[in-house]
């Protein structure tokens, strides 16, 4: 069974620190085609083992994940800045070109919203009032038309989708006032990735 996973599923061993060496702190991942990642743990393992023995016991799970431990190609997780993993495929922050998930590029999980090349801004009527709403203006009343701060607060939201970029800066939001928009925009941030 072990042998069948690692020729058909795409197993891999994924080496926290990066050396290559077996190690007990390795995970065994599965790669799943449909979503583009590497599933993680015994569970996962145990799933897709139960494919090919229906009766496979705990035991005989534990014994499948042990020599996928030994067999399995040692790997990292992507750690290349300009691939980021969106819900329609791998971008190439680089060459700005979207490409089909592919087992090579090791994620293990996916920012939840669809690259589109073709996006343009969208403006929300509000019927009610009558009012337009869009986040580029609104991105600017929260910044108090300061284009600089506009600016960083863009840059923010970019780089919470490229966290494998090596920034080395930190913004803080702190104001003791409420009704500024820092929680709106930390929503904004959190249903983005």
Known sequence: IARMLLVLHSVVAISPDGSGRKSSTDLIAV???????????????REVARRYNRELTVNGAREVNTVLREWAPRVRESLDPNWIPVANGDFNFETKELHPPHPDRVFLSRIPVSYNEDASLVVIRNPQGGTDWDVESWLDEVACRNPELGELLWQVIAASVRAKHPWNKAVVFYNTKGNNAKGTLLDLIRNLI
């Open 31 to 45: 790669y799943e085609p449909g979503r583009g990642v590497y599933q993680t743990g015994p569970d996962e393992v």
